[in-house]
C-alpha cells in the first residue's frame, strides 16, 4: 500500500474505531447489562426483571378478514387495539377458535377469538420496567428452531440495530487488532494477550464440543 | 496518579484486556447473525439410540427442580452423553422420565420408560454457528435454580461473565481515551447524542 494510502487508512481505521464506539455505546450498554440479568437469574434484581402482571378481558368483535392466516391475525389485532410481533401457539387451536399471541417488550397478550360468538377472550400481561429493559436482549421476532418469520415493522428496525451494533463490534475488534499491530512497543505483550484470550476460547470450544 | 500516568494506564489496559476479551466478542457478535436470522429444523434427530436394562435411582417419580438432576444425570452417564439437562419431567400417565440434554455441537432427549428400565436417546449434531448461539444463550433466564448442572456451562457463565465485564471497563476506558482528543471531541458528542437518540427513540416506538 502506498505510504499516502497507508496513512489515510490508518487515520480512518482510528476515526472509525473510535466514532463507531460512541454512537453504539449505549446499545452496548444495553446488551452488556442485559447480559448479566439473563445470566444471573438468581440475582435479586434479575427476578424482578422478570415481573409482569396478568389481567384477563371478554370483547366482541368482527370475525377477523384477510386471506391468510397472519393478514386475519393483523385484522384481529387493529380491532383489539394491540401492537407487537404475532406468534402461533405450538399446538393447533380447537375447531372454531383463532388462537395466536401479540408480543412486545412492554406487554403480550394471548388472543383467543370463538368465531361463532365472535368474542375475542385475552389474557394480557403488561411488563414492568426492568422486565421491558430485558426483553430487548432477546426481542427478535423469530426463533432460529421455531417455524415463522417476524412480521412486525419494528422488530425489524430492532434486529437491524442489534446487527448493526455485532457488525460494529466485529469491525472495531479488527481495526482494534490493525491499530495493535501497528504499534511495535506493544507487540510482546499485545500477542501475549491476545494469545490467551485465543486459547482460552479454543481451549473451551475443544473441551465441551461433540 | 498523574493524568499522565492515569492516560497510560488506561490507554494499556484498554489495549491489553481489548486484545484478551476480542475473540469472545468474535463468538458473541457472530452468534448474533445466527440468533436473528437462522432457521434450523431441529425436529430431525441424526440419531436415535435405545439403551435397555438401565440402572433406576429411587425417587424418580416424586423428585422436582434442583433435587431429580442427579437422578437425571445418573440416567444420563448411562447412555454416555455429557451435557447441561434443560429441564426434568415425570410424566404420571405414562410412568416415563423426559429430560433434554444440550452442549454445543449436540442437542438430544432422552424418553425413559421407568418400568422398562430402556431409555431412547434422540440427539442432533449442530453446526459451529448454532454452537456459538447455543453459548451466547446460555446460562440464560430459565430453570436458574437447576441451571449450570454441566461444568460446561458452569465454565461458560465465567467467560460470559467476563466478557462483559471486561467489555464494561473497556467501554468507560474508550470514552475517557476519546475525551484526552480534543479535536475529536466536537463529532463524538455528535455521534454519542445521535447513538443515544436512536436507541431511545427506537425503544419509544416499540413500547407507545
Not at chain 1, 370475525?63 to 391468510?68: C, L, Q, S, W
Not at chain 1, 393483523?74 to 377458535?97: C, K, M, N, S
Not at chain 1, 365472535?118 to 417455524?147: C, D
Amino acid at each position: 500500500m502506498p505510504s499516502t494510502a497507508s496513512a489515510t487508512f490508518e487515520k480512518w481505521n482510528r476515526k472509525l474505531h473510535y466514532y463507531l464506539g460512541l454512537y453504539f455505546l449505549f446499545f452496548l450498554w444495553l446488551f452488556l447489562l442485559t447480559g448479566l440479568l439473563l445470566n444471573h437469574g438468581g440475582w435479586r434484581i434479575a427476578q424482578a426483571a422478570s415481573h409482569r402482571t396478568e389481567t384477563g378481558y371478554e370483547r366482541a368483535m368482527a370475525p377477523p378478514r384477510g386471506k391468510t392466516d397472519l393478514a386475519r391475525a393483523r385484522d384481529a389485532v387493529r380491532q383489539l387495539d394491540l401492537q407487537g410481533e404475532i406468534e402461533w401457539p405450538a399446538v393447533p387451536p380447537p375447531r372454531g377458535h383463532f388462537v395466536f399471541s401479540v408480543a412486545r417488550p412492554k406487554d403480550a397478550s394471548q388472543v383467543d377469538i370463538d368465531l361463532a360468538t365472535k368474542m375475542a377472550t385475552v389474557q394480557h400481561w403488561e411488563n414492568g420496567g426492568l422486565t421491558v429493559f430485558r426483553i430487548f436482549h432477546t426481542f427478535s421476532g423469530s426463533r432460529y428452531n421455531a417455524p415463522g418469520q417476524r412480521d412486525w415493522a419494528l422488530t425489524t428496525i430492532w434486529v437491524v440495530a442489534m446487527d448493526a451494533l455485532a457488525a460494529g463490534l466485529i469491525l472495531m475488534v479488527l481495526g482494534g487488532y490493525y491499530m495493535w499491530y501497528r504499534l511495535e512497543r506493544t507487540h510482546t505483550l499485545g500477542f501475549l494477550a491476545l494469545a490467551a484470550g485465543f486459547a482460552s476460547c479454543a481451549m473451551f470450544f475443544a473441551s465441551v464440543w461433540r | 496518579m498523574t493524568e499522565t500516568s492515569l492516560y497510560r494506564w488506561t490507554r494499556d489496559l484498554h489495549l491489553y484486556l481489548g486484545l484478551f476479551i476480542s475473540p469472545f466478542l468474535l463468538v458473541f457478535s457472530a452468534s448474533v447473525f445466527f440468533l436473528n436470522h437462522a432457521k434450523v429444523a431441529t425436529d430431525r434427530p441424526t440419531s436415535v439410540v435405545t439403551f435397555q436394562n438401565l440402572f433406576i435411582p429411587a425417587g424418580i417419580d416424586t423428585a422436582q427442580g434442583p433435587a431429580a438432576i442427579p437422578i437425571a444425570q445418573a440416567i444420563q452417564y448411562q447412555t454416555g452423553m455429557t451435557g447441561e439437562i434443560g429441564f426434568t419431567r415425570f410424566v404420571k400417565a405414562t410412568r416415563h422420565f423426559v429430560f433434554p440434554v444440550s452442549r454445543p455441537g449436540l442437542e438430544a432427549s432422552v424418553d425413559l420408560d421407568v418400568d422398562g428400565r430402556t431409555a431412547l436417546v434422540s440427539s442432533r449434531k449442530t453446526g459451529m454457528l448454532e454452537a456459538f448461539g447455543y453459548l451466547h444463550k446460555m446460562p440464560g433466564p430459565h430453570n436458574a435454580n437447576i441451571r449450570g448442572n454441566w461444568v460446561g456451562i458452569r465454565a461458560w457463565k465465567w467467560f460470559a461473565d467476563a466478557t462483559i465485564y471486561l467489555t464494561l471497563f473497556i467501554s468507560v476506558s474508550g470514552i475517557y481515551l476519546w475525551y484526552t482528543l480534543r479535536a475529536e471531541r466536537a463529532i463524538g458528542k455528535v455521534l454519542l447524542t445521535a447513538g443515544a437518540v436512536s436507541l431511545f427513540w427506537i425503544i419509544y416506538a416499540v413500547n407507545r
